[in-house]
């Protein structure tokens, strides 16, 4: 069946405007989860959807972060305000058990 | 402070040799672990899992070993191709305590030479 989707594949924004990630998980998986990485490092992780229950919002590095997912599904990253150390590859992953597929990332350059 | 760590970040294997990709952790409660394949401009591509009830799990040319008093695991692919060269990242999660993010190493960039 059809992987995870991202959408957009690459996003040049300016400095201090906002900007929205989509993930389109794999159907059927409940959990769906956001990382990540910044240039010369390892995946680092956002945010995390299971189900119904409250998200985990542990690993956002500022309120300037925020995600939401509706009907259990497609999943949004907003990013307000955004700075120049905010450029990374955003990775959308998604789960049904322990093993997460990514989705193929956004690319975001803020200038 | 790194939780799942990989010190080699290149290796170069000649085609057809054994390849080994190493990684360390520190986190005990780390009870699922995983490897993964990135191309340039794609996002990573799961390869092989290994859960800390067993030593060893294998996937044709793809294998796990996991040392949890070593707090070490490591992948060996064998025959290498020149097609396995890639970025591989080591995961781990702690899945039966409910903490499932994954926590990533930082990555070997696996190059075979043709």
């Known amino acids: 069946g059809a992987g995870v989707s991202q959408s957009p594949s690459n996003k040049v924004t300016e400095k201090g405007k906002d900007v929205e990630l989509r993930c389109d998980p794999i159907s059927g998986h409940t959990a769906l989860y956001w990382y990540r990485q910044s240039l010369g490092q390892g995946l680092e992780f956002l945010i995390y959807?299971?189900?119904?229950?409250?998200?985990?919002k542990s690993g956002l590095p500022s309120d300037r972060f925020s995600a939401e997912r509706t009907g259990g599904s497609v999943s949004t990253l907003t990013i307000q305000r955004t700075q120049q150390e905010d450029s990374a590859v955003y990775l959308c992953?998604?789960?049904?058990?322990?093993?997460?597929?990514f989705g193929p990332g956004t690319r975001l350059l803020v200038l | 402070d790194q939780q799942v760590k990989q010190n080699s970040p290149s290796l170069s294997v000649q085609e057809g040799r054994i390849s080994i990709l190493n990684c360390d952790y520190t986190n005990s409660m780390f009870d699922y672990f995983l490897w993964y394949k990135k191309y340039p401009a794609e996002g990573p591509t799961f390869l092989i899992s290994i859960s800390s009830i067993k030593d060893k799990n294998e996937d044709g040319r793809f294998t796990v070993f996991l040392n949890k008093s070593a707090k070490h695991l490591s992948l060996h692919i064998v025959p290498s191709q020149p097609g396995d060269s890639a970025v591989y990242f080591c995961?781990?999660?702690?899945?039966?305590?409910?903490?499932?993010?994954?926590?990533f190493g930082k990555g070997t960039r696996l190059s075979v030479i043709a």
């Open positions: 995961a781990a999660s702690a899945w039966n305590s409910g903490n499932t993010p994954l926590v």
């Open positions: 959807f299971q189900g119904n229950s409250a998200p985990d």
């Open positions: 992953a998604s789960s049904g058990r322990e093993t997460q597929y």
